[in-house]
């Protein structure tokens, strides 16, 4: 029983994760906390942004409840884990895919794929802290598909 608890509560901190990110982008990164998430909006010099410590910040309970989770690898130790998974997924999306911080010439052929990516870079169109859309990271309206061509409507 203890392994179902354990996926559950995996799969539920991952899950979480999409929302909460989506919350705190929205009211805290272009609210209170846009002093450091406007390195992200402006263009970067170097290969860090200040933006960057909302890693460290949103990591750093993650860490806790899988340390304090690990003598039993019980149930906190996989929300932990599951909160960890979601920020790694976020990093490879969202920093790698994304923004390209890492070199690559990776093109996604997925729609929904395409889907986030487009959204993102909407979010990204309004430079200021009001009026943005698309908050979240993993999760995106399909009002933001990809259109087709006409080259796609030949096929």
Known sequence: MDIII???AFLAAFAFM????????KYIMHGVGWFLHRSHHEPRHGRFELNDLYAIIFAAPAIYLMYIGSPAYN???????GISV?????FGFHD???????KHHMRPESKYMQRIIRAHKIHHKKLGRKDG?????LFALPKYDVKKTNADNEE
């Open 18 to 25: 999409e929302a909460f990110a989506w919350f705190m982008h």
């Open 75 to 81: 149930w906190i130790f996989w929300v932990g884990t």
């Open 86 to 90: 979601y920020g790694l997924c976020y």
């Open 6 to 8: 354990n996926i559950i």
């Open 133 to 137: 859309e698309a908050f979240g990271f």
């Open 96 to 102: 790698v895919l994304v923004h390209r911080r890492m």
